[in-house]
Structure formats: structure tokens, C-alpha cells
């Protein structure tokens, strides 16, 4: 499979140089067509590990809209496994883009309650999936967040051509925050979480690092991070006129349509933060567009 090198776009902007300070967009959604933003990355390991214990099937788990689900079964279609999504909630007909799209690319769409959705989708209900689909499973994780996704992820910045003082990029699981921050050296690291009362995410970025640094027999390093939880905008998935009108004026300037889920927040987050004067002078501001944009809730006029 040929990927693209992540296109790198620096945003101008009359609040960035009043305040003398560079900002630069990394754009992992031009990496691949159905692969593109952070999936590749969070994927990739955990296929190896898939194939390596020789298992022919991911079961994974998501919302109707998940960037993740969509990934999956673009990935097990891409490299030859059955693919098995598990959404949470009931069928909604006709199905949404993602699923759509996961059905066509041959993944088994089951749907589960709410309620059995929480239990269910943690890994110690392995077993319990492999009964009821009577496949020779690889669970994986909500989001895929594990610690190969954290050894993809500490990749991200492998092919950025500057030296950024701050990576900010959005964050649900926290499994993309914790690769980044493995693989960073000298750059402070802000997670924009894109779920209200997102703090948790702290915690779980944490434990996912030792488990990561555990797992290999790493010598654990400092952790240079910090969450803005202020830009969730209600909550996951939530939006309201400001984002929207943010979005807007974006893609006017840029021609970029941005997923309104995660990364739409993460730049708005990062523009605030600039007029409160929260970077210092002369330094370098990479925000990482972690995803595609696939929610048709806000239509963009073609250029």
C-alpha cells in the first residue's frame, strides 16, 4: 500500500503575527484515501500483531459515525480480514456514510444497547465474542487505543519537515496522544479532548504510556503534556453556530473542510489560545489534523 507524505500547510493569520508566532497545519487526512489521519498509524501495529497471532478477523467497536469503524474495515479490506464492527446503538435506516461504507468494504455491522455497549466493549469480553461470532477474533480496542496503537502513533511526527515548540491535536481516547507524546523529544504536547469532562483522558493517556514503555522494556521518559478541555463544544459529536461558523470562514480561506467531531476544535481551540496570548513569542505551533472529514451534517459549496 502507497501512502502520501502528510501534506504540511502553514495557516496565516493577523492574530499569529500580531503575536509574532508561526502556525502550521499537519494534514494525516492527505496521506491516504480510506486511511488517511490517524488510523494508519493506530492500525498498523495491531494488524502485524493480528496476523502475527494468526488470527483472520478484527472485532472492534464504535459509534455510527466513527472514523475508526470506517478505517477498520477499509484496513481489513486493504490486507485480507474479515472485519466486524460493533455499534453502539440501534440500526438506523438508510445507513449513515460510515456504515455504508463499512458494509461495502465486507465489514459485519452488529449493533449493540447502549447500556451492553459499555460492558462489552472492554477486553475482557474477548471470549465472550468469540463464541457468539464463532471467528477466530483479534479484539480490538474503541478508537483502537492500545499499546500498538501508541507505537504506530509515536510515528506521526516521523515525516514533519519542522520543529515545532507545541503539537496540539484533538483527542477521545486518548491512544493518538500518548503515541505523540512517546515519540516527541523537545515539543510541549496539548490534547484538545473532544468529550465533556474530558480530564479523564489524562489518566488514561498516563497509564497507556507505562503500559507502552512496560510492554517493549523502555526506560519511561518525561511526559512534557497538557489537556485544554474548554473546546468540546458540548460534547462529542456536538456542535453550535460558532464552530460552525468558524468552519466556514476556514474553508473559505483554506478550501479544507474540516471534521467538525475532532479537528475543528483543536484549531478553534488553538486560535483562542493565540488572541489570549497563551504561546510565547517567536515560536512554532504545529496543530495535527487527525481525521477525515466524514459527517455529512454541514455541507461546504464546491470550488
Not at 466513527?66 to 438506523?92: C, D, P, Q, V
Not at 473542510?257 to 479537528?263: A, G, H, I, Q, S
Request: include cysteine; charged fraction near 20%.
Amino acid at each position: 500500500m502507497t501512502l502520501n507524505s502528510p501534506e504540511l500547510l502553514q495557516l496565516k493569520e493577523n492574530i499569529f503575527e500580531e503575536n509574532n508566532i508561526e502556525v502550521f497545519l499537519y494534514r494525516l487526512e492527505t496521506i491516504h484515501e480510506n486511511l488517511g489521519g490517524n488510523k494508519y498509524f493506530k492500525l498498523k501495529y495491531n494488524l502485524e500483531e493480528a496476523k502475527k497471532q494468526q488470527k483472520n478477523t478484527i472485532l472492534t467497536f464504535g459509534g455510527a459515525y466513527s472514523n475508526h469503524i470506517f478505517a477498520t474495515a477499509s484496513a481489513g479490506n486493504i490486507f485480507g480480514f474479515k472485519t466486524i464492527g460493533i455499534i453502539r446503538g440501534e440500526e438506523t435506516l438508510p445507513l449513515n456514510p460510515t456504515l455504508t461504507h463499512a458494509k461495502e468494504q465486507g465489514m459485519n455491522i452488529v449493533y449493540c444497547d447502549r447500556t451492553s455497549f459499555k460492558t462489552l466493549k472492554l477486553p475482557s469480553s474477548s471470549e465472550y465474542w468469540q463464541q457468539k461470532m464463532g471467528e477466530n477474533i483479534y479484539l480490538l480496542p474503541e478508537g483502537g487505543a492500545n499499546i500498538w496503537a501508541v507505537k504506530g502513533c509515536a510515528e506521526i511526527m516521523n515525516h514533519c519537515s519542522i520543529k515545532p515548540d507545541f503539537v496540539c491535536l484533538p483527542c477521545g481516547t486518548g491512544g493518538t496522544l500518548a503515541g505523540v507524546i512517546v515519540g516527541n523529544n523537545d515539543a510541549k504536547i496539548i490534547g484538545f479532548p473532544v468529550l465533556k469532562g474530558g480530564d479523564f483522558i489524562e489518566n488514561d493517556c498516563i497509564s497507556l504510556i507505562k503500559d507502552y514503555f512496560s510492554y517493549f522494556d523502555i526506560a519511561q521518559k518525561k511526559t512534557n503534556f497538557e489537556l485544554q478541555t474548554n473546546y468540546h463544544f458540548g460534547g462529542y459529536a456536538k456542535t453550535n453556530v460558532i464552530l460552525k461558523t468558524f468552519m466556514t470562514q476556514f474553508y473559505e480561506k483554506y478550501n479544507i473542510v474540516l471534521d467538525e467531531v475532532y479537528t475543528a476544535k483543536c484549531i478553534f481551540g488553538v486560535y483562542d489560545l493565540a488572541t489570549k496570548k497563551y504561546f510565547p513569542p517567536k515560536t512554532k505551533i504545529l496543530i495535527i489534523n487527525t481525521q477525515r472529514n466524514l459527517l455529512p451534517v454541514y455541507q461546504f459549496p464546491k470550488k
